[in-house]
C-alpha cells in the first residue's frame, strides 16, 4: 500500500478531486432541474 501510494499519490488526488467535482456539479444540475420543473 505505501509503495503504491507512493507511487501514484498525483492520480489519487486527480481521482478524488474529480469525483468530489462530478458529485457537486450532478447535485447542482438535479436542483437546476427541480428548480425549473
Known sequence: MW???LQFPIR???NSVFDI???FYSYF???F???AL
Open 29 to 31: 444540475f438535479f436542483s
Open 3 to 5: 509503495n503504491w501510494e
Open 21 to 23: 467535482k462530478l458529485h
Open 33 to 35: 432541474l427541480i428548480f
Open 12 to 14: 489519487v488526488y486527480l
